[in-house]
């Protein structure tokens, strides 16, 4: 899904309160100590007009600080960065029309003050031995690091196997590419595949946020699953997208992010995504590629030429046919660069006539 502000929000508090982090280790002291606390992200005015009493800090964040002010019975408050201690002991006063499912005082409030301000707020249940993140009317509780990487392992997993099924489709697409052979439903499988891997992959990252320190392994094997994922994304939906008014290039990325995973999985509706003429609802008819995807994999070619490449002859089919000659016509190319495009054109072409059929 696309990211918004709020994603970003919750992304950057459950990063501060992830495993080594400085203020994970106050909130795991605050446990050792058999205490609870209600604390809340942000000093801002909308913060500040629902505080009642307490003190002032404004003191250096440290864990063992956190603890020692977790004492008390007050809520604590935080800089947006949680780098200081801004005040304590205060009692909060959010708007009690705020609904709430929660039935314990200091979750009832976490809960309101995250929905009524919007700030991230930070609820230790001393009888639960819990801490729970809410922002918005979004709760996530903080589980154990073994049980985050037990469900990150499994996704990663998942992860695979989408990947492998991605790489397969997009290779019989390269050929069939080549071969002027390409249909609607080729290219709407590929962008399927690639909006479940990126949805997966992006799961991972979630459980990679909450796992801090300890999920260097997990975002080494996302990065290497992933490598060049999007791009591709990006290129098939280059190389057949249909330009409008309003819509080109990002709105239709976006609109295939925002799919629900319903719709994803009707062909015909990831088919909407690329604005095809209304003849196109035959999953079967012919469809040419620009170029974009092929020329990318070509080294050291960089996009302001390929741009010029595709802008000049309008069509794979017709890059391929172009002579050295031809090539080397197009701004930005020359003639070394020229032979390089046609032998890499060619090796491709070779690779993946040769992956499908080998």
């Given at each position: 899904?696309?990211?918004?502000?709020?994603?970003?929000?919750?992304?950057?508090?459950?990063?501060?309160?992830?495993?080594?982090?400085?203020?994970?280790?106050?909130?795991?002291?605050?446990?050792?100590?058999?205490?609870?606390?209600?604390?809340?992200?942000?000093?801002?005015?909308?913060?500040?007009?629902?505080?009642?009493?307490?003190?002032?800090?404004?003191?250096?964040?440290?864990?063992?600080?956190?603890?020692?002010?977790?004492?008390?019975?007050?809520?604590?408050?935080?800089?947006?960065?949680?780098?200081?201690?801004?005040?304590?002991?205060?009692?909060?006063?959010?708007?009690?029309?705020?609904?709430?499912?929660?039935?314990?005082?200091?979750?009832?409030?976490a809960e309101r003050v995250a929905r009524s301000?919007?700030?991230?707020?930070?609820?230790?249940?001393?009888?639960?031995?819990?801490?729970?993140?809410?922002?918005?009317?979004?709760?996530?509780?903080?589980?154990?690091?073994?049980?985050?990487?037990?469900?990150?392992?499994?996704?990663?997993?998942?992860?695979?196997?989408?990947?492998?099924?991605?790489?397969?489709?997009?290779?019989?697409?390269?050929?069939?590419?080549?071969?002027?052979?390409?249909?609607?439903?080729?290219?709407?499988?590929?962008?399927?595949?690639?909006?479940?891997?990126?949805?997966?992959?992006?799961?991972?990252?979630?459980?990679?946020?909450?796992?801090?320190?300890?999920?260097?392994?997990?975002?080494?094997?996302?990065?290497?699953?992933?490598?060049?994922?999007?791009?591709?994304?990006?290129?098939?939906?280059?190389?057949?997208?249909?330009?409008?008014d309003g819509w080109h290039l990002p709105e239709?990325?976006?609109?295939?992010?925002?799919?629900?995973?319903?719709?994803?999985?009707?062909?015909?509706?990831?088919?909407?995504?690329?604005?095809?003429?209304?003849?196109?609802?035959?999953?079967?008819?012919?469809?040419?590629?620009?170029?974009?995807?092929?020329?990318?994999?070509?080294?050291?070619?960089?996009?302001?030429?390929?741009?010029?490449?595709?802008?000049?002859?309008?069509?794979?089919?017709?890059?391929?046919?172009?002579?050295?000659?031809?090539?080397?016509?197009?701004?930005?190319?020359?003639?070394?660069?020229?032979?390089?495009?046609?032998?890499?054109?060619?090796?491709?072409?070779?690779?993946?006539?040769?992956?499908?059929?080998?």
């Open positions: 899904m696309p990211t918004t502000r709020r994603h970003l929000a919750l992304t950057d508090a459950l990063t501060a309160v992830a495993p080594g982090m400085p203020l994970r280790e106050g909130l795991d002291r605050i446990l050792q100590g058999s205490r609870g606390a209600l604390i809340v992200i942000g000093d801002g005015p909308e913060v500040l007009a629902i505080c009642s009493g307490g003190f002032l800090l404004d003191a250096e964040f440290t864990p063992q600080r956190l603890s020692e002010l977790a004492k008390m019975d007050g809520a604590i408050i935080l800089a947006h960065d949680a780098s200081r201690i801004a005040r304590a002991n205060v009692h909060l006063v959010p708007n009690p029309n705020v609904p709430t499912s929660e039935t314990g005082t200091r979750h009832r409030t301000i919007g700030v991230p707020v930070i609820s230790v249940s001393e009888d639960m031995a819990s801490i729970a993140v809410y922002y918005g009317d979004i709760k996530r509780p903080l589980e154990p690091s073994a049980r985050l990487l037990n469900r990150a392992n499994q996704a990663l997993q998942t992860l695979e196997r989408y990947k492998n099924r991605l790489d397969s489709v997009s290779g019989s697409l390269s050929a069939l590419e080549v071969e002027d052979l390409v249909t609607v439903r080729e290219v709407v499988t590929v962008l399927q595949r690639t909006e479940m891997v990126r949805r997966i992959a992006e799961e991972v990252h979630d459980y990679i946020v909450e796992l801090g320190t300890d999920g260097r392994l997990v975002r080494l094997q996302l990065e290497e699953l992933m490598g060049g994922v999007e791009d591709d994304r990006r290129l098939v939906i280059k190389d057949y997208f249909h330009v409008e239709a990325m976006d609109a295939l992010a925002e799919l629900t995973t319903e719709d994803l999985l009707d062909l015909k509706s990831v088919t909407a995504v690329l604005h095809l003429p209304a003849e196109s609802a035959d999953m079967d008819i012919g469809l040419q590629p620009r170029g974009y995807r092929l020329l990318n994999k070509i080294p050291r070619l960089p996009e302001s030429v390929i741009e010029h490449i595709v802008s000049h002859f309008g069509t794979l089919q017709k890059i391929m046919k172009a002579t050295v000659d031809d090539l080397d016509e197009v701004e930005g190319v020359g003639e070394a660069r020229a032979r390089a495009i046609k032998e890499g054109l060619s090796r491709l072409a070779e690779t993946s006539i040769l992956d499908r059929y080998g």
